[in-house]
């Protein structure tokens, strides 16, 4: 069946520092979609990409699908302490299957 | 709007007792979901729904029930409460677009 595995499962950012966490899909996925989990809250939708190599922004944020829709990134820059949370990538395949999750806690 | 609401917010269990886990939601979505979320797992999808009166299994649905008997609630059921049920168990909504509406989940303890 579908599988979402995302990397990695902690990052632990130096706040004003940028990163990326990674979402692969082992079958071709027909849409992507990423969540963010804030501590303590339940998951929030952050954006859909649905084209094969789309990219899309959200002010310091910004999620690129991959040309053979098998995977995904969200790059954050500039990481503030506001980006703590988990990230989720969701793939939709013929339903929606969510990755593991990206935990990230940022140094001040 | 309330969005997507779950009942209750945090309950405890003794093994072997029974309880109804209650979502709704006032978006006229069509399609309802039962996660559980347990540390380093991410969602786990236990069942769904695609309209009132259907419900399907998702990936782990063994000792849940649940029903859809009104478009705008989603009931799931725990028969025979385990420990390994313990979690925290979201809903969320779907009006066909594929972008999900997540209540503010249930954190259940089975002891």
């Known amino acids: 069946g579908q599988q979402v595995m995302q990397i990695p499962q902690y990052q632990h950012v130096q706040e004003g520092e940028d990163f990326t966490t990674y979402c692969n899909s082992s079958?071709?996925?027909?849409?992507i979609q990423w969540y963010k989990q804030r501590p303590g809250g339940h998951p929030v939708f952050l954006i859909q990409l649905v084209k094969s190599g789309e990219v899309k922004k959200q002010k310091r944020l910004t999620f690129q699908f991959g040309e053979a829709k098998k995977n995904s990134s969200l790059h954050i820059t500039a990481t503030q302490t506001t980006d703590v949370g988990t990230y989720f990538c969701?793939?939709?395949?013929?339903?929606?299957?969510f990755g593991a999750g990206t935990t990230v806690t940022v140094r001040a | 709007n309330a969005g997507v609401t779950q009942t209750p917010k945090f309950r405890v269990l003794k093994t072997g007792q029974s309880m109804t886990l209650l979502c709704a939601q006032d978006?006229?979505?069509?399609?309802m979901y039962w996660y559980r979320q347990d540390p380093g797992m991410g969602l786990r999808l236990i069942h769904y729904s695609v309209g009132e009166g259907t419900t399907a299994k998702g990936e782990v649905p063994d000792g849940y029930n649940v029903s859809r008997l009104k478009k705008q609630n989603f009931l799931l059921g725990l028969e025979s409460a385990a420990p390994s049920q313990t979690s925290v168990y979201f809903c969320?909504?779907?009006?066909?677009?594929?972008?999900?509406?997540f209540g503010p989940g249930t954190r259940l303890t089975v002891l």
């Open positions: 079958t071709t996925l027909s849409n």
């Open positions: 978006m006229n979505h069509e399609y």
């Open positions: 969320a909504s779907e009006e066909g677009t594929d972008t999900q509406y």
């Open positions: 969701a793939g939709d395949d013929y339903k929606l299957s």
